[in-house]
Protein backbone atom coordinates (compact mmCIF):
# COMPACT_ATOMS: atom_id res chain seq x y z
CA UNK A 1 0.00 0.00 0.00
CA UNK A 2 1.24 3.31 -1.12
CA UNK A 3 0.99 6.48 1.31
CA UNK A 4 -0.80 8.80 -1.33
CA UNK A 5 0.93 12.53 -0.23
CA UNK A 6 -0.93 14.89 1.70
CA UNK A 7 -2.54 18.09 0.75
CA UNK A 8 -0.04 20.28 2.96
CA UNK A 9 3.04 17.71 1.00
CA UNK A 10 1.47 18.53 -2.43
CA UNK A 11 1.52 22.29 -1.85
CA UNK A 12 5.03 22.27 -0.02
CA UNK A 13 6.29 20.37 -3.24
CA UNK A 14 4.67 23.02 -5.82
CA UNK A 15 5.48 26.01 -3.52
CA UNK A 16 9.39 24.46 -3.13
CA UNK A 17 9.51 24.13 -7.54
CA UNK A 18 8.11 27.96 -7.90
CA UNK A 19 10.74 28.78 -6.07
CA UNK A 20 13.17 27.17 -7.38
CA UNK A 21 12.62 27.84 -10.85
CA UNK A 22 12.75 31.56 -9.96
CA UNK A 23 16.16 31.11 -8.87
CA UNK A 24 17.03 29.32 -11.33
CA UNK A 25 16.26 32.01 -13.47
CA UNK A 26 18.00 34.85 -11.16
CA UNK A 27 20.76 32.83 -11.32
CA UNK A 28 21.02 32.15 -15.51
CA UNK A 29 20.83 35.82 -16.17
CA UNK A 30 23.20 37.04 -13.34
CA UNK A 31 24.65 39.22 -15.37
CA UNK A 32 21.21 41.21 -15.98
CA UNK A 33 19.55 40.34 -12.22
CA UNK A 34 22.62 40.96 -9.85
CA UNK A 35 25.35 42.61 -11.74
CA UNK A 36 23.49 45.64 -12.61
CA UNK A 37 22.03 46.70 -9.35
CA UNK A 38 25.49 46.38 -7.72
CA UNK A 39 27.36 48.90 -10.42
CA UNK A 40 24.37 51.37 -9.45
CA UNK A 41 24.34 51.36 -5.93
CA UNK A 42 28.72 51.18 -6.84
CA UNK A 43 27.99 54.82 -8.20
CA UNK A 44 26.00 56.19 -5.76
CA UNK A 45 28.32 55.22 -3.38
CA UNK A 46 31.11 56.74 -5.41
CA UNK A 47 29.21 59.74 -6.63
CA UNK A 48 26.93 60.97 -3.59
CA UNK A 49 29.05 59.35 -0.59
CA UNK A 50 32.34 60.01 -1.40
CA UNK A 51 32.51 63.01 -3.83
CA UNK A 52 29.41 65.13 -2.55
CA UNK A 53 29.32 63.24 0.89
CA UNK A 54 33.13 65.31 1.86
CA UNK A 55 31.45 68.39 1.12
CA UNK A 56 27.78 67.99 3.07
CA UNK A 57 29.74 66.88 6.12
CA UNK A 58 27.30 65.23 9.07
CA UNK A 59 23.67 64.09 8.71
CA UNK A 60 21.76 63.63 11.86
CA UNK A 61 25.17 63.31 13.56
CA UNK A 62 26.71 60.56 11.24
CA UNK A 63 29.28 60.84 8.70
CA UNK A 64 26.95 61.57 5.40
CA UNK A 65 28.33 58.53 3.68
CA UNK A 66 27.32 56.32 6.83
CA UNK A 67 24.20 57.85 6.66
CA UNK A 68 22.90 57.02 3.12
CA UNK A 69 24.45 53.15 3.43
CA UNK A 70 20.99 52.00 5.10
CA UNK A 71 18.67 53.95 2.36
CA UNK A 72 20.90 52.95 -0.16
CA UNK A 73 20.57 49.17 0.54
CA UNK A 74 16.91 49.07 0.90
CA UNK A 75 16.20 50.96 -2.40
CA UNK A 76 18.19 48.15 -4.44
CA UNK A 77 15.85 45.54 -2.35
CA UNK A 78 13.06 47.12 -2.84
CA UNK A 79 13.71 47.90 -6.57
CA UNK A 80 15.17 44.25 -7.71
CA UNK A 81 12.20 42.34 -5.93
CA UNK A 82 9.19 44.46 -7.44
CA UNK A 83 11.03 44.26 -10.66
CA UNK A 84 11.74 40.13 -10.63
CA UNK A 85 8.04 39.16 -9.96
CA UNK A 86 6.67 41.98 -12.62
CA UNK A 87 8.95 41.12 -15.05
CA UNK A 88 8.67 37.21 -14.57
CA UNK A 89 4.78 36.81 -13.76
CA UNK A 90 4.28 39.09 -16.91
CA UNK A 91 6.71 36.70 -18.99
CA UNK A 92 4.76 34.08 -18.19
CA UNK A 93 1.53 35.74 -18.80
CA UNK A 94 3.18 36.60 -22.21
CA UNK A 95 3.95 33.20 -23.18
CA UNK A 96 0.64 31.93 -22.24
CA UNK A 97 2.39 28.83 -19.55
CA UNK A 98 0.85 30.92 -17.05
CA UNK A 99 -2.38 29.28 -17.26
CA UNK A 100 -1.12 25.76 -16.56
CA UNK A 101 -0.59 26.78 -13.40
CA UNK A 102 -4.25 28.68 -13.13
CA UNK A 103 -6.09 25.47 -14.29
CA UNK A 104 -3.64 23.00 -12.36
CA UNK A 105 -4.92 22.20 -8.52
CA UNK A 106 -2.17 24.22 -7.06
CA UNK A 107 -4.19 26.44 -4.57
CA UNK A 108 -3.61 30.49 -5.30
CA UNK A 109 -1.54 30.85 -2.56
CA UNK A 110 0.62 28.77 -3.26
CA UNK A 111 1.13 30.22 -7.02
CA UNK A 112 1.80 34.17 -5.68
CA UNK A 113 3.63 33.41 -2.63
CA UNK A 114 6.44 30.62 -4.68
CA UNK A 115 6.55 34.13 -7.44
CA UNK A 116 6.88 36.17 -4.18
CA UNK A 117 9.19 34.04 -2.32
CA UNK A 118 11.59 34.08 -5.52
CA UNK A 119 11.34 37.92 -5.62
CA UNK A 120 12.62 38.14 -2.20
CA UNK A 121 15.25 35.97 -2.60
CA UNK A 122 16.32 38.28 -5.42
CA UNK A 123 16.16 41.68 -3.63
CA UNK A 124 17.50 40.33 -0.62
CA UNK A 125 20.87 38.87 -2.69
CA UNK A 126 21.44 42.35 -4.15
CA UNK A 127 20.68 43.72 -1.23
CA UNK A 128 23.51 41.60 0.28
CA UNK A 129 25.83 42.53 -2.78
CA UNK A 130 25.43 46.05 -2.33
CA UNK A 131 25.91 45.95 1.59
CA UNK A 132 29.33 44.53 0.84
CA UNK A 133 30.22 46.99 -1.41
CA UNK A 134 29.40 49.56 1.21
CA UNK A 135 31.93 48.35 3.48
CA UNK A 136 34.91 49.35 0.78
CA UNK A 137 33.59 52.51 1.63
CA UNK A 138 32.70 53.25 5.04
CA UNK A 139 32.54 50.91 8.02
CA UNK A 140 29.04 48.88 8.26
CA UNK A 141 28.40 47.38 11.80
CA UNK A 142 24.71 45.65 12.24
CA UNK A 143 23.62 46.46 16.22
CA UNK A 144 20.13 45.45 15.40
CA UNK A 145 20.42 42.30 12.84
CA UNK A 146 17.09 41.49 13.59
CA UNK A 147 15.81 44.73 12.76
CA UNK A 148 17.84 44.87 10.02
CA UNK A 149 17.00 41.61 8.31
CA UNK A 150 12.86 41.61 8.91
CA UNK A 151 12.83 45.11 7.50
CA UNK A 152 14.58 43.99 4.21
CA UNK A 153 12.27 40.47 3.59
CA UNK A 154 9.25 42.20 4.70
CA UNK A 155 9.93 45.54 2.53
CA UNK A 156 10.66 42.66 -0.25
CA UNK A 157 7.35 41.28 0.36
CA UNK A 158 5.51 44.06 0.08
CA UNK A 159 6.92 45.57 -2.88
CA UNK A 160 7.17 42.19 -4.67
CA UNK A 161 3.22 41.83 -4.11
CA UNK A 162 2.67 45.19 -5.51
CA UNK A 163 4.60 43.55 -8.53
CA UNK A 164 2.79 40.96 -8.98
CA UNK A 165 -0.31 43.29 -9.36
CA UNK A 166 1.27 45.33 -11.67
CA UNK A 167 2.30 42.38 -13.81
CA UNK A 168 -1.61 40.55 -13.73
CA UNK A 169 -2.81 44.33 -15.05
CA UNK A 170 -0.09 45.13 -17.41
CA UNK A 171 -1.19 44.06 -21.09
CA UNK A 172 2.37 44.72 -22.91
CA UNK A 173 5.96 45.16 -21.89
CA UNK A 174 6.12 48.53 -21.19
CA UNK A 175 3.33 48.55 -18.59
CA UNK A 176 5.38 47.10 -16.54
CA UNK A 177 8.24 49.69 -16.37
CA UNK A 178 5.08 52.99 -15.76
CA UNK A 179 5.35 52.57 -12.03
CA UNK A 180 8.98 51.70 -11.65
CA UNK A 181 9.29 55.36 -13.63
CA UNK A 182 6.33 57.18 -12.42
CA UNK A 183 5.96 55.81 -9.09
CA UNK A 184 8.57 53.90 -7.35
CA UNK A 185 11.55 56.00 -8.21
CA UNK A 186 10.17 59.47 -6.91
CA UNK A 187 9.02 57.59 -3.95
CA UNK A 188 12.21 55.70 -3.56
CA UNK A 189 14.12 58.83 -4.05
CA UNK A 190 11.91 61.24 -1.29
CA UNK A 191 11.89 58.43 1.24
CA UNK A 192 14.63 59.68 2.86
CA UNK A 193 17.57 58.05 1.68
CA UNK A 194 20.23 60.98 1.19
CA UNK A 195 18.53 62.98 4.04
CA UNK A 196 16.69 63.63 6.84
CA UNK A 197 13.05 64.55 6.86
CA UNK A 198 14.37 67.10 9.76
CA UNK A 199 15.75 69.24 6.44
CA UNK A 200 12.59 69.40 4.95
CA UNK A 201 10.01 72.47 5.12
CA UNK A 202 6.65 71.52 7.37
CA UNK A 203 4.34 70.82 4.21
CA UNK A 204 7.10 68.64 2.34
CA UNK A 205 8.29 66.73 6.24
CA UNK A 206 4.40 65.95 6.60
CA UNK A 207 4.42 64.44 2.47
CA UNK A 208 6.82 62.51 3.30
CA UNK A 209 5.23 60.82 6.42
CA UNK A 210 2.48 59.53 3.81
CA UNK A 211 5.29 57.61 1.83
CA UNK A 212 5.41 54.13 2.74
CA UNK A 213 9.35 53.77 1.51
CA UNK A 214 10.21 56.62 3.93
CA UNK A 215 9.21 54.13 7.11
CA UNK A 216 11.35 51.28 5.84
CA UNK A 217 14.02 53.25 5.19
CA UNK A 218 14.21 54.60 8.13
CA UNK A 219 13.51 50.72 10.13
CA UNK A 220 16.25 49.75 8.69
CA UNK A 221 18.95 52.47 9.14
CA UNK A 222 17.56 52.16 13.16
CA UNK A 223 18.80 48.03 12.19
CA UNK A 224 22.52 49.92 11.14
CA UNK A 225 22.70 52.96 13.11
CA UNK A 226 20.16 53.07 16.05
CA UNK A 227 18.91 56.10 14.54
CA UNK A 228 15.32 56.83 12.92
CA UNK A 229 13.18 59.39 12.23
CA UNK A 230 10.25 57.30 13.24
CA UNK A 231 8.65 54.72 15.98
CA UNK A 232 10.07 51.60 15.03
CA UNK A 233 6.43 50.50 15.63
CA UNK A 234 4.84 52.53 13.24
CA UNK A 235 7.00 51.34 10.56
CA UNK A 236 6.12 47.61 11.78
CA UNK A 237 2.44 48.07 11.46
CA UNK A 238 2.53 49.91 8.06
CA UNK A 239 4.78 47.09 6.73
CA UNK A 240 2.39 44.66 7.82
CA UNK A 241 -0.41 46.18 6.84
CA UNK A 242 0.51 47.06 3.15
CA UNK A 243 1.23 42.94 3.39
CA UNK A 244 -2.10 42.06 4.53
CA UNK A 245 -3.55 44.68 2.14
CA UNK A 246 -1.59 43.74 -1.03
CA UNK A 247 -2.08 40.02 -0.33
CA UNK A 248 -5.53 39.69 -0.12
CA UNK A 249 -5.77 42.02 -3.44
CA UNK A 250 -3.11 39.55 -5.23
CA UNK A 251 -5.05 36.74 -4.77
CA UNK A 252 -8.61 38.43 -5.41
CA UNK A 253 -7.03 38.90 -9.04
CA UNK A 254 -5.77 35.79 -9.47
CA UNK A 255 -9.30 33.88 -8.61
CA UNK A 256 -10.40 36.83 -11.50
CA UNK A 257 -8.17 35.67 -13.56
CA UNK A 258 -9.08 32.09 -13.28
CA UNK A 259 -12.86 32.82 -13.73
Avoid at 81 to 88: A, H, L, R, T
Avoid at 197 to 223: D, S
Amino acid sequence: MTNTPSNTQRNLTALSTIVRREVRRILRIWSQTLVPPAITMGLYFLIFGKLIGTRVGQMDGFDYMHFIVPGLVMMSVIQNSYGNISSSFFGAKFGRHVEELLVSPMPNWVILWGYVAGAVLRGVMVGAIVMVIAMYFTPVRLPYPLVTSSTAVLGAIIFSLAGFINATYAKKFDDIAIIPTFVLTPLSYLGGVFYSVKLLPGWAEAATYANPIFYMVNAFRYGLLGHSDVPLWKAYALMLTFIAGLSALSLWLLRREID
